[in-house]
C-alpha cells in the first residue's frame, strides 16, 4: 500500500505561482507513471499533468507553458510548479501514482485563484 500526501495548495491571486508537493511513501522510482489531476466544483476530474516511464512528461492544454511537473525519485516526492495562475485553475488537485498495477491517489489540496 502506498500513501500520497500533498501539500502547497492556497489562495493565490491571478497570475501568481504555487508549487505542490506530494510525498510517497512507497518508492515512486517504481512507478509507470507519476502525476496531478485536478477537479474543479461541478466538473469531473481531468489530468493536469504526468510523468511517464516511457513517453515523458504530458500536460493538459491549458497548462501547457505554465506548468511544470517533476519528480525527485530520491525524496519520494513528485512536485508541480504552477505559474501564471488563472481564475480556472480553481480546483482541488490530487496526486497520482501507478505503482505495481494500482492506482493511487492521494487526499487533495485546494488551490483557489479568485476572478
Known amino acids: 500500500q502506498v500513501q500520497l500526501v500533498e501539500s502547497g495548495g492556497g489562495l493565490v491571486q491571478p497570475g501568481g505561482s504555487l508549487r505542490l508537493s506530494c510525498v510517497a511513501s512507497g518508492r515512486i522510482v517504481r512507478a509507470n507513471a507519476v502525476g496531478w489531476y485536478r477537479q474543479a466544483p461541478g466538473k469531473q476530474r481531468e489530468l493536469v499533468a504526468l510523468i511517464q516511464s516511457v513517453g515523458g512528461a504530458k500536460y493538459v492544454d491549458a497548462v501547457k507553458g505554465r506548468f511544470t511537473i517533476s519528480r525527485d525519485n530520491a525524496k519520494d516526492t513528485v512536485y508541480l510548479q504552477m505559474n501564471s495562475l488563472k481564475p480556472e485553475d480553481t480546483a482541488v488537485y490530487y496526486c497520482?501514482?501507478?505503482?505495481?498495477?494500482?492506482?493511487?491517489w492521494g487526499q487533495g489540496t485546494q488551490v483557489t485563484v479568485p476572478s
Open positions: 497520482y501514482a501507478d505503482l505495481d498495477a494500482h492506482n493511487y
